[in-house]
C-alpha cells in the first residue's frame, strides 16, 4: 500500500483539514484585505500573492503593508517581522516532542505552514489520548487547507481589487475567536492552567496597545510562568 | 516585481521560516530541562486565552466593551459554556456562531 493511500493517514488528514474550516471562515476576510490593500501600500500583485505564497504569516505581512505604506527602510520591516513572529518559536517548542522523531522532509514543510490556527489545532489533536502515530498527517491537513485558503483569498482581493465585496462586514473573525475559546475552556481544570489563562488574560489586555504582538509575548511568558509557580504550590 | 521588492519578501521568506524551524530542526538531538517541558504545557493555555480575551472585550482593537449588546463577548461565553459544559468542540463553535450571528441581526 502506498503511503498516501493508507486509510488511518488520510484519514487524519481529511479530521485536520476539516477541523481548520472554522479558522478557514475566519481567516478568508484578512487574506481578502490583505489583497486589496496590497496595490495602495505599495506593493505590486505579484509581490501580494509571492508574500503569502513564501512569508505566509497574516500579521506580519500586514504590520509589512503598512511599514511599507509609510516608507520604512527594509532592516525595520525585517527586524520587525522578526519580533511579530516569535511567538511561533513557542508554538514550535511546544510541538517539538511530537515531531521530534519525524524525518526532515515532514519537519520542514511543517514549521513553514506554522500559524496560530493551526497550531491551535494541531496541539489539541496530539494532547488527546489515542496513540495514532499518523497524528502529523492531521497536522498537515490542517496546514494545507489553511495555506491553500489564504493563497486562494489573497489572490481574490488582488483580482477585485477595490470593488471588494465586503466579506469583512460579516463577522467571520469570529470563527477564529469560536475555536480558540472551544479548544482553551476545557483546558481550564486545573488550577495551574486556569491560573496560566488569567495572568495571560490580564497581561493581554493591559498591554493589549503594544505593537507587533509583543503584549501576546509578554502575556504568554507571564502565563506560563504563573502556571508553573502555581504548580509547585502543594 | 522589483528587485527591491524580491529582497523584501526574500528577506521576510527567511526570517519567517527560521524562527518558526529552529526548533524542529534540532529534532531528537535536543531536549529540553524538565522545568522547561513543565513550562511549555502552559503556552497553549496562555496564548490561546491572550489572543481571544483582547479580541473579545475590545472588538474594535481599543475600547472597552463589557457589555451584552456586544455579539464577541456573548458568542464567545455561550462557545465556552458549551465546551466545558459539553467537551465537544464543533458543537462550541457552531453554538458560539450561532448566537454571535443572531446578537449581530437582533443588534441591527
Known amino acids: 500500500m502506498t503511503q498516501a493511500s493508507h486509510p488511518q493517514r488520510r484519514g487524519e488528514f481529511w479530521a485536520g483539514a476539516r477541523d481548520s474550516l472554522p479558522m478557514l471562515l475566519g481567516a478568508a476576510p484578512f487574506g481578502l484585505i490583505f489583497g486589496t490593500l496590497a496595490t495602495p501600500s505599495g506593493l505590486s500583485p505579484a509581490g501580494a500573492l509571492a508574500m503569502s505564497m513564501f512569508v505566509y504569516a497574516g500579521s506580519a505581512q500586514f504590520i509589512a503593508l503598512t511599514l511599507l505604506a509609510s516608507g520604512t527602510g527594509l532592516a525595520v520591516i525585517l527586524l520587525t517581522t522578526f519580533v511579530v513572529n516569535l511567538r511561533h518559536a513557542l508554538y514550535s517548542a511546544t510541538l517539538l516532542p511530537h515531531v521530534a522523531g519525524l524525518r526532515q522532509r515532514w519537519r520542514i514543510p511543517l514549521a513553514f505552514w506554522l500559524t496560530d490556527e493551526t497550531f491551535a489545532v494541531v496541539q489539541h489533536r496530539y494532547l488527546e489520548h489515542d496513540t495514532s502515530p499518523f497524528k502529523h498527517w492531521y497536522y498537515l491537513g490542517s496546514c494545507l487547507s489553511m495555506y491553500s485558503n489564504w493563497i486562494l483569498w489573497t489572490l481574490t482581493g488582488v483580482l477585485l481589487g477595490r470593488s471588494v465585496p465586503r466579506l469583512e462586514h460579516l463577522g467571520l473573525e469570529f470563527a477564529m475567536a469560536a475555536t480558540f475559546t472551544g479548544i482553551v475552556v476545557p483546558m481550564f481544570r486545573s488550577r495551574p492552567m486556569l491560573g496560566a489563562a488569567l495572568g495571560a488574560a490580564a497581561v493581554a489586555l493591559a498591554a493589549h496597545a503594544l505593537p507587533y504582538k509583543l503584549g501576546l509575548m509578554l502575556a504568554a511568558l507571564t502565563g506560563v510562568v504563573i502556571g508553573v509557580l502555581l504548580e509547585d504550590r502543594p | ?108
Not at chain 2, 517541558?37 to 482593537?61: H, S
Not at chain 2, 458568542?75 to 449581530?104: K, S
Request: charged share 10%.
Open chain 2, 1 to 108: 516585481m522589483s528587485g527591491r521588492e524580491w529582497l523584501l519578501i526574500a528577506g521576510m521568506t527567511a526570517i519567517t521560516f527560521l524562527v518558526r524551524y529552529a526548533f524542529f530542526a534540532l529534532g531528537e538531538r535536543i531536549a529540553f530541562p524538565p522545568m522547561v517541558q513543565r513550562a511549555l504545557r502552559y503556552v497553549p493555555a496562555a496564548v490561546l486565552t491572550a489572543i481571544v480575551v483582547p479580541m473579545v472585550l475590545l472588538p474594535d482593537g481599543s475600547h472597552w466593551q463589557i457589555t451584552w449588546r456586544n455579539p464577541w463577548l456573548v458568542g464567545a461565553l455561550v462557545t465556552g459554556l458549551i465546551a466545558w459544559r459539553f467537551q465537544h468542540l464543533l458543537a462550541a463553535i457552531g453554538g458560539g456562531m450561532t448566537v454571535y450571528f443572531l446578537c449581530r441581526w437582533m443588534l441591527g
